[in-house]
Every structure is written in C-alpha cells, then in structure tokens.
C-alpha cells in the first residue's frame, strides 16, 4: 500500500482520442508541487496498447527532460469515442407531422409560385371532374406527352388544376406541353400518397428567394394542422429555406422501424426502446440529453459493423452546413453525416499494460469527468457554481456540483468535417480549422478573412496562388481552390457551431437550471472562435463562458492529467 505521508513523484496520464497529456508533479504532505508536464499525439485509438505506448514514451522522455523519475502512475478510466463520416441520407425526424414528397437531389422543376390542393392521381382526370383546387401526379411509367395531353384535357373539362407532381425528371418537359402556369415539381415519391390527400407545391423563379411553404404557420394553414404542431413544422420548414422547389403532404402513417437486417440507432425514451434508422435518428439525438441511445449499427463505420451497446451518439448533417446560408452550394462538399460514438465499455486492462511498459505501479482512480473537474477547479478567481465543461477529441464532459454530463462529439468532429468538406487529410484539417486563412491572389498579394489585401513578405510559391492557404511554420499551405477567405470563416464557424457548440448547448439542457459561467477546459478550450460560437450558443440563457487555467499556469490544457495527480494527493 502507499505511504502517502512520504514524498513522492506522481505523474498523471490522460490518455485522449486525439492527444495524450501528462503532469509530472511532486506530492509532499497532500500538497501538490508541479514539476513538468508534456503532450504527443495518441497513438492509434484511445485505450488500445499503441495509445499506452505512445503514453510510456511520452512519460519517459518528460522524465529524461526534467531528471526525475515518476514513483506512481496514475489514471482515468478509458472510454474511446469513434467519429467517421458515414453516407447517412437526410431524412425528417420521425415526430415531424409532415413529410416531404421531394427527393433531395432533385434538380429540375419547372413553373413558378406556389399552391396547395387535394392530390388527384393522372388516370383519375378522366373521371368526373371535382370541385376545388387540385394537384396531380404523373407516376414514373407514364410518358411525359401522354400526361401533358390528360391535364390539358382535365383542363378543357373543368378541372381546376394548381400543380403538378412527375415522379421522373419530366417538369420542364411536361410544362412547356400544357396551358398552365402552375408549379411542376420533378422526381417525387409518390408512394403512400393517397388521393384526396392535401398537398402543399412551390417552384421559386430562378433569381428569387421568396419560399412561402418554407414559413411554419403558412404551412401548418395550408395542410390544416393545429397549432400544437407548429415546433414541430418549424423544424422541418429549416431544411426548405433553400430548396428550389417544395412539395410536401401531412404525414398520416408512422415511420416503419428499420428492418431486422438494417441499419438502425435504439434510444430508450420514458423507459421503453425505440429504434430509427440512422437517418431518422438525427433530429432526435440533437434534441434528446446525452443518454437517450443505447445501442446502434452503423456497417460504413467499422467500430460499428456489428451492434454495439453505445453510451451516447451525435450526429452533424454535412448539408446544413452547405445550405446556401453560409456560403456558395457547391464550393463545399457536402454529402454525409458526422457520427460520433461513445462506447458502453471501458477499457479495463490500461493501468495493468501501463505499468507493464514503465516498470511502476499505476492505478486507475478515477474517471475523465471527475478528473477534469478536480484540475478545472484549481483555476484562480473561478466564480461559484461554475461547471465545468471539458471538450477533449471524442467527448465533451460536462461537470456541475450535482449531475455530470458526458457526451459524443467534441474536437475531432471538427476536424472530421473539416476533412470530409474540403476533402484534405485529417492532419491538414487540424491545422486549418483552428486559425485564419489568406487567399493568395498574386506572388505578392492576399487576401485575409476580413476583405483586407496585403502584401506578402516573400513571394508565394506557385501551388498557393490561387488558392486559399494557412499560415504554416514552414510558409503558406494550400488547402481548398474554391472557397473564399470570407467563406471559408463563414464555414469555419458554422462547423463548430454545429458540432460542438450545439453539443454543449444540448448537454447543458440537462441540468435543472443553467449556472452562472461555463468554464472551458482542455484542447478544445484554446480555440478562440469555439469559445466564442459557445458564447454566442449560450447568451440566451445567460450563461457567461470562460476558460480554464489549472493550476494557475497551464491555461486549459492538462486538466485530466492535473486532476488525477491531485486526487492522489488525497
């Protein structure tokens, strides 16, 4: 057993997901004296032996630096967190009351304005002609002329026709064949669209970006829903801001749950599980505290191939990022989900392999959230009942005087969608997604982020004119030929915005009331632009947000590695 009345060397190990930190520290009558501390990036995931060693030879060349020898290793408990891209569809949440008919890569609507009416399928115009306003539907086997001749003869019979639906590419086609000036909206899915049914369709002039159906109470007139519903159509009426063209119906049927073999996310809600396909699960898992799933399988992420028991999960849709709001369509690549996951299990055997390749005693005491807050609370002048909020690679803690929170999602889902939209390496994605850029227009000229032209102190080489650059030890880097400075910082801040800021506002919903100050701690916590996108997530609650200073000298850097060594302080 310890004798923790002697003096003794203690270094404490937080092992991350994307940087291993350590704090060598003396320990001299439970009181603790810093001595050194260093940081490496983790080797290979989290908690797996290549992570350990990478931890071993970062603690042996600390030891070597500053001439002194740890007598005691100690740890935090190990929780890895997987954050891939996967090619997850968008798709509404399923307690939205609506649904759209449009598929999402539609390109060709023809016609302008917008209408609503009762769905009258094309084989039915034949029949005896209905009063009222309708929209009709052309399935995908009928030739497009043929469905140009029936509604101008539904025309010529009466029929009051505001819109059309053609399951196939065929709007343009089918518009320039009837004497109407109504709505055609292309590649529709007409299954379970029954007749009679109220439809809502709008096709914006090019050059326009009036969108009447993108308005919740406009929409929940039109297909006659109450007013208990309008939060719910807000939300889906978000991904119509930018759409070209609109056509959408009540839902009246639930969402089918996945099938045996699918896909799927399993939440346990008021006690009861409920399982979604990924694409479904989006909204809830931005809307449900961290928790709330339970299980998943993801076959495009490996960790996730087969079912796995998951503590949390959280989802960032690459398209809301590119949605017109922030940039250019197009200038970004914007097709996939950012998915993070928090495994159920830890990994037991660390502090065992650990003293295996260090020859000394190491223990796990304690766990990551317990952990940073010990090291975040040793900041000066931190103001009372503060919590703590640690955003490390994979998970972001969050630490109060009563209830902590641990969520899926932090740093490396930046860098992921950084990566995955501007289709550059990870390791670039780091680099860029954390500083401004210049656009280099000449071999002597840029342009920064806030439409200011400068002249370069050297000539640019010839792979960066052109091109939007970060500034690197080394000179100008090149990372995207497309995006503008201005817009790369408009993406820039959404995609942290999205990611993690939404992450912590979403955690911080699960506290009874929110405190006084959010204080940032680890990596995450030296990005400038995320504490201010957190900032702004959280004025409307009037949460005040600041960093971390452990110790009184490491900024917000080594709160796990501090922390441990002063809960072995005792």
Excluded at 58 to 71: C, K, N, P, Q, Y
Excluded at 216 to 243: K, M, N, Y
């Amino acid at each position: 057993m310890t004798d923790f009345r002697r003096t003794r060397v203690v270094a404490g190990i937080d092992v991350g997901n994307h940087t291993t930190e350590i704090v060598l520290a003396r320990i001299r009558a439970g009181l603790v004296e810093p001595i050194v501390q260093g940081q490496a990036p983790t080797r290979g995931r989290k908690g797996s032996r290549d992570s350990l060693e990478g931890a071993a030879a970062l603690l042996h060349r600390i030891e070597v630096d500053a001439e002194v020898r740890a007598d005691e290793l100690v740890l935090s408990a190990i929780r890895p967190v997987d954050t891939e891209t996967a090619p997850l569809a968008p798709a509404p949440s399923p307690r939205s009351p609506v649904r759209s008919l449009r598929k999402p890569d539609a390109s060709t609507p023809a016609g302008a304005g917008f209408a609503v009416g009762r769905h009258v399928p094309l084989g039915e115009l034949a029949g005896e002609t209905r009063p009222g306003p309708v929209i009709v539907s052309v399935d995908d086997v009928t030739d497009f002329e043929v469905a140009a001749a029936a509604i101008t003869d539904a025309v010529d019979n009466g029929w009051s026709i505001v819109g059309v639906l053609a399951a196939q590419d065929d709007a343009v086609l089918i518009r320039n064949r009837i004497p109407l000036v109504v709505p055609v909206v292309d590649e529709v899915m007409l299954d379970g669209l029954n007749p009679g049914a109220l439809v809502a369709v709008e096709v914006v002039a090019e050059g326009r970006a009036y969108r009447a159906l993108a308005d919740p109470i406009a929409l929940c007139a039109a297909l006659e829903l109450g007013p208990e519903q309008i939060h719910d159509v807000a939300d889906f009426t978000r991904e119509l801001a930018d759409s070209p063209a609109i056509a959408v119906t009540a839902r009246t049927e639930p969402l089918e749950p996945p099938a045996v073999d699918d896909d799927y996310v399993e939440f346990r809600i008021d006690g009861v599980p409920v399982r979604y396909s990924p694409a479904q699960a989006h909204a809830i898992l931005r809307r449900e505290p961290p928790g709330s799933v339970v299980r998943i399988r993801l076959r495009s992420i490996p960790t996730a191939d087969g079912e796995i028991a998951v503590d949390d999960a959280f989802f960032t849709d690459l398209a809301a990022l590119d949605s017109g709001t922030w940039l250019r369509r197009g200038v970004a690549e914007a097709r996939g989900t950012v998915v993070a996951l928090l495994a159920a299990d830890h990994v037991e055997d660390a502090a065992t392999t650990l003293a295996e390749l260090t020859g000394r005693p190491a223990r796990t005491i304690a766990t990551e959230p317990e952990a940073a807050a010990r090291g975040a609370r040793t900041t000066p002048g931190l103001p009372p009942e503060s919590v703590v909020c640690d955003i490390g690679g994979g998970t972001i803690d969050l630490i109060g005087s009563e209830r902590t929170v641990t969520a899926a999602g932090a740093g490396e889902s930046i860098t992921v969608a950084v990566a995955r939209m501007l289709n550059i390496p990870r390791a670039l994605a780091e680099r860029v997604k954390r500083t401004p850029a210049i656009r280099v227009e000449g071999p002597h000229v840029a342009h920064e982020e806030d439409g200011r032209r400068l002249f370069l102190d050297a000539p640019a080489p010839a792979d960066a004119i052109g091109r939007l650059c970060t500034r690197g030890t080394a000179g100008l880097v090149p990372f995207s030929t497309k995006l503008a400075a201005e817009e790369w910082r408009s993406l820039r801040l959404a995609i942290k915005q999205e990611t993690v800021a939404a992450n912590i506002a979403r955690c911080l919903a699960a506290f009874e009331k929110p405190p006084p100050a959010l204080v940032l701690a680890g990596g995450g916590a030296l990005d400038d632009e995320l504490l201010r996108t957190v900032g702004e997530s959280l004025r409307s609650v009037g949460v005040v947000v600041g960093r971390a200073n452990i110790d009184g000298v490491h900024g917000p850097r080594f709160a796990v590695a501090s922390g441990l060594v002063h809960l072995s302080a005792g």
